[in-house]
């Protein structure tokens, strides 16, 4: 008798998930089209002047920024409310008692939100340079990748973290929606960055991961800045990703470890029956 | 005698200041039908998920075919079927789908079209579980528990809720896994349900186990005797009426004998001799029910 490998078990993990993310229309509405209608929005409310002080046109700036506002809503929200779901519907209870081993399905659906992730940023950039005009600069682009992968794993664990934390499905949309979307507008996803925010705004910003993701995402966009992006120092307009990643990988490390201890797979606490 | 699939010593399960199983001890047999037994709360459903791994123990040693269920991962998974109470279905799957997924985790699965066949859901193939019934959903669980082609299958109150007729036919399919050689936990609070799969049947009652038997001789019901009542014209005087009969209320009088004929014979003729008739003369061996609320009255 022959055991199904770990990776084929892992494949047949990923397959479940990618069938159910597409056949539940509203987590991939929320995914993919609703950042791209924000980048609509804002290209026509904006029109496509430069801002400043970036010095770069509004799309060049909305179509990173929305890109990583679609990844995080992916691997957030919908990683969060979906893995809830699951609990909730005894799903992940029954799985836990087939031989899939729970750290590989956890893996299969992480894997299969972060898939959705990147083509939800693919999706976006490539609207962006079709139909807005935004440029690519191909020494950034592993920079850019490299960022999306550490953003995205950052995120997942905290959507982990949210899963772990939330009494029930109902609680989790407003929990994923009551710390990510103020965020997005202090982080330079929804408004460009401006000499006049306030500056406790700016050190509250600067302690939470968005906007590490959105600026290090971004500054691959950016022509005004120089150098492939593998650096520590952005002095003298240096594309430097590696303090960015820094923070969202202490956010990532540490919102995981809390995770792993919390998680349950069962809906309600342990009673008696 | 055959090999224990299950034993049991002396477990112990405690949710904070509440022992919800306090000392079981049992061993199941390969290739037996076993029903645990027991009213709501009684215990059942928190000791079958200390044997599936899905609990973990306070006290005691559990061995199922051969492991330690709280160590036993991925190689004991891959020799038992659970049926879990409740649910744990994506609705968006299909029905082909959700049982081709089980499949694909186990070394030596079922044919898949055969499963569904064998559940009757063969139109419901490629249904997403959503718009199953409850009585379809509960099928495809079964078929979820089999297609791995488990050595041990736990069916956790496998027809709750179910109509009188779902649950026939849930129990020709318990049968028909019996059939397989399989041995099978199953858990019921229906009397008549481990009455009619079971080949042996441990009544459980506050965590505890109370009786242990096949469905003839559980609580001794072999050794009890029959119940005959009557009721006698009113006004009747009881003088002369042979033992064991009393009067037991709203006008009935009852006795219980080991020698039912001679009794009704004696019984008869004190009638006859009085010239009245016996309203509702009954004769009725003991009834597993009786036996169960005996067992587990609080």
């Known amino acids: 008798m022959t055991r199904p490998s770990l990776l084929r078990l892992f494949l047949v993990q990923f397959g479940a998930e990618q069938r159910l993310f597409w056949r539940s229309p509203i987590a991939a509405f929320f995914s993919v089209i609703f950042p791209l209608l924000m980048l609509l929005t804002f290209a026509a409310l904006f029109g496509n002047d430069r801002i400043t002080p970036l010095g770069v046109t509004a799309s060049q700036f909305y179509a990173p920024a929305l890109a990583v506002y679609g990844a995080v809503s992916t ?29 590989l399905m956890l893996g299969g659906r992480l894997t299969s939100s972060a898939w959705v992730a990147l083509l939800a940023v693919i999706l976006m950039v490539t609207i962006g340079v079709l139909g ?26 905290l959507g982990c973290l949210i899963a772990a934390l939330s009494p029930n499905a109902n609680a989790t949309p407003p929990m994923a929606a009551a710390t990510l979307v103020p965020l997005a507008f202090i982080s330079e996803v929804f408004i460009p960055p401006s000499a006049s925010s306030a500056s406790w705004l700016t050190t509250v910003a600067d302690f939470f991961p968005l906007k590490h993701f959105a600026r290090a995402f971004s500054g691959a966009f950016n022509p005004t800045l120089h150098g492939s992006g593998f650096a520590w120092s952005d002095a003298g307009a240096t594309y ?29 606490p342990e009673k008696v029956r | 005698m055959s090999v224990a699939a299950v034993t049991v010593e002396n477990v112990v399960k405690r949710y904070g200041g509440v022992t919800a199983v306090d000392g079981v001890s049992l061993t199941i047999a390969e290739g037996e039908v076993f029903a645990l037994l027991g009213p709501n709360g009684a215990g059942k459903t928190s000791l079958v998920e200390i044997l ?10 559990v061995r199922v075919l051969g492991f330690d269920p709280a160590s036993g991962g991925r190689t004991m998974r891959e020799r038992i079927g659970i ?3 409740e649910g744990g279905l994506e609705g968006e799957l299909t029905v082909v789908e959700t049982v081709r997924y089980h499949a694909s985790l186990f070394p030596r699965p079922k044919d898949v079209d055969d499963v569904i066949r064998v559940v009757g859901l063969e139109e419901k193939r490629r249904s997403q579980v959503r ?4 009585g379809q959903r509960r099928r495809l669980e079964l078929a979820l528990g089999v297609v791995g082609d488990p050595d041990l299958i736990f069916l956790d109150e496998p027809t709750t809720g179910f109509d009188p007729s779902a649950r026939r036919q849930a129990w020709d399919l318990v049968r028909a896994l019996r059939g397989f050689g399989k ?33 003839a001789t559980l609580g001794d019901r072999h050794l009890r005797g029959a119940r005959v009542r009557f009721r006698p014209p009113e006004g009747t005087s009881l003088d002369g009426l042979p033992a064991p009969f009393v009067p037991s209320g709203s006008g009935w009088v009852e006795g219980e ?42």
């Open chain 2, 183 to 215: 041995t099978i936990v199953l858990t019921t609070h229906y009397m008549d349900e481990a009455q009619a799969l079971a080949d042996r049947i441990a009544v459980i009652a506050r965590g505890r186990i109370v009786a242990e038997g096949t469905p």
């Open chain 2, 131 to 134: 718009l199953l019934s409850g």
């Open chain 2, 52 to 61: 599936e791994g899905h609990r973990r123990r306070d006290g005691g040693n």
């Open chain 2, 257 to 298: 004998t080991k020698a039912p004929t001679e009794t009704l014979h004696a019984v008869t003729a004190w009638a006859l001799a009085r010239g009245i008739e016996l309203d509702g003369l009954t004769v009725m061996p003991p009834s597993l029910e009786d036996v169960y609320l005996d067992l587990t009255r609080t």
């Open chain 1, 132 to 157: 807005y005009g935004v440029a690519l600069y191909p020494r950034t682009l592993a920079a850019a990748f490299v960022t999306f992968l550490v953003g995205v794993s950052c995120f997942a664990a």
């Open chain 1, 75 to 103: 691997v957030y929200w919908n990683l969060s409310m979906s893995l809830v779901t699951s609990r909730e519907l005894g799903v992940l209870k029954r799985i836990r008692g087939t031989p899939m081993p729970p750290w």
């Open chain 2, 83 to 85: 049926v879990l109470q």
């Open chain 1, 240 to 268: 430097a990703i590696l303090p960015h990643l820094a923070v969202m990988a202490v956010w990532g490390i540490a919102g995981g470890v809390l995770a792993v201890r919390l998680f349950r797979w069962e809906p309600r």
